[in-house]
């Protein structure tokens, strides 16, 4: 199922000894994404092959801190151990995890990708006269759906795919890796529901409902890999049309009802695809928000005019309709999406996404520099001007130490355990 191991017995390294801090890239759900370049390699560290990524930067995504009590879960460390065996050309290398015990935090490591789609997108959407190239929309929605269908076939869902988690490669690669699609953040929503709670309960951090399948709005209980498709759907007209397809308000969530209904979600869809009949989704009855749903208006179908760069009869608008098919037993499947007459046709998808791979007009990822009051432990004790190496507790947690976390120890010995 998963492509072959690369573990190996890892020497302990500390994390500041492998990476040190640029500064940093983002902020998530999880918590703060950084740019870090390798400081050292050494045979038998984590990383796989350490000589061929010498130069190579990384991003590190520095988990909230996890209290001593907790510990991460032996479930959670071993779902980490997986996503660390998926390898696939269009989805984001896992190439390390840390436990760091001072600060207690939990550090992924990433291959680099220069850009995402939410900038190039907002690059696009800024200069109304040059839309996204279609062979570039091509690409770039073939490499996503081969990424998807690399997943899937790994039984994992994404659940949460949205443009800033499609990442782009850029020319810090070699020409025939760059304008690649990299899937980041796949495997983490499930993962990290618990025990440790997303931001968003303590920051009020919103997280965009846009790309939620309908089925999901309207209450299903159960995650399937349609609801992926019909975010890659949407994804597809947003690069054509350089704006988001469904742009409801979020509902914000009160008390104990941590799922309301987004009425606004479903209004935008019915809006623009019309609203569905029970004949054309008959599952659709059984859903809990149905009911509400029922007393709006027979809006009609007007994708067409919103999606002006994909005529009505052209094979781009009838894949982007199996993609937004409302029923999920329905919905076109990424593997059949590969096959659809659209790539058959000129201009053919290509594994390079930009027209020419040595122009890529695209912005680089914006670097900030650090903040003490936000930025405390590795990123601050290991930057790329001066590693002073002064996390004296951080592990990698080796391939092979799986077997060690299947009996899950007393709480309060976890973190240790699966540090050790
Ligand atoms: N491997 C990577 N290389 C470069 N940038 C990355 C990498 N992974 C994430 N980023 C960037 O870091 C920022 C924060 O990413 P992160 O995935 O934590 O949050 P998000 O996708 O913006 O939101 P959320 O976590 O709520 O879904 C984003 O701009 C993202 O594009």
């Known amino acids: 199922m998963f492509g072959p191991s690369r573990g190996r017995p890892t020497q302990q390294l500390r994390i500041s000894e492998k ?122 929605l073939w490499q996503i759906l081969h ?22 490669t850029g020319q810090d690669k070699p020409p025939n890796e760059r304008g690649c699609v990299k899937i980041a953040d796949f495997g983490l929503a499930r993962l990290f529901q618990a025990p440790l709670r997303p931001l968003t309960d303590v920051d009020a951090v919103v997280v965009t409902i846009w790309y939620r399948a309908p089925e999901l709005l309207l209450g299903a209980k159960h995650y399937t890999k349609a609801i992926d498709l019909w975010a890659i759907g949407c994804i597809f007209a947003e690069l054509i049309t350089s704006k988001p397809l469904f742009q409801g308000q979020e509902k914000e969530r009160k008390g104990d009802d941590r799922n309301p209904f987004q009425a606004d979600q479903i209004d935008k869809i019915f809006r623009i695809l019309g609203k569905p009949t029970l004949e054309q989704w008959p599952g659709a009855a059984d859903l809990p928000n149905w009911t509400h749903a029922q007393s709006w208006q027979a809006y009609p179908c007007v994708l067409h005019e919103r999606i002006r760069g994909l005529p009505k009869n052209s094979a781009g608008y009838d894949l982007l309709s199996k993609l937004l098919e409302y029923d999920p037993n329905k919905r076109i499947t990424a593997e059949n999406a590969l096959r659809h007459p659209f790539f058959q046709e000129e201009p053919r998808p290509q594994r390079v996404a930009f027209i020419d791979p040595n122009v890529d007009p695209y912005k680089s990822r914006p670097v900030t520099p650090l903040d003490p ?30 077997p060690s976390l299947t009996s899950a120890p007393p709480p309060s010995k976890r973190a240790k355990k699966v540090a050790s």
């Open 19 to 140: 990476y040190a801090s640029v500064g940093k890239i983002g902020e998530g759900t999880y918590g703060l994404v950084y740019k870090a370049r390798h400081v050292q390699s050494s045979p038998g560290s984590a990383v796989g092959d350490p000589s061929s990524r010498a130069e190579s930067f990384v991003a590190v995504k520095r988990f909230k801190s996890f209290k001593s009590g907790d510990g991460i879960s032996p479930t959670a460390i071993r779902e980490i151990k997986l996503l660390r065996e998926l390898k696939n050309r269009y989805i984001v290398d896992l190439v390390d995890v840390m436990l760091d015990e001072a600060d207690k935090a939990l550090y992924l490591v990433f291959d680099y990708a220069e850009h995402d789609l939410l900038e190039m997108i907002r690059w696009h959407h800024n200069r109304a006269s040059q839309p996204m190239q279609m062979p570039t929309v091509k690409s770039l």
């Open 147 to 168: 990424g998807m269908n690399y997943l899937h076939k790994n039984w994992i869902i994404h659940r949460d795919l949205k443009p800033s988690n499609i990442l782009v």
């Open 373 to 402: 009051k936000k930025d405390i432990g590795w990123a601050m004790s290991a930057t790329a001007s001066g590693s002073n190496g002064q996390t004296p507790m951080t592990r990698s947690i080796p391939q092979s130490a799986a």
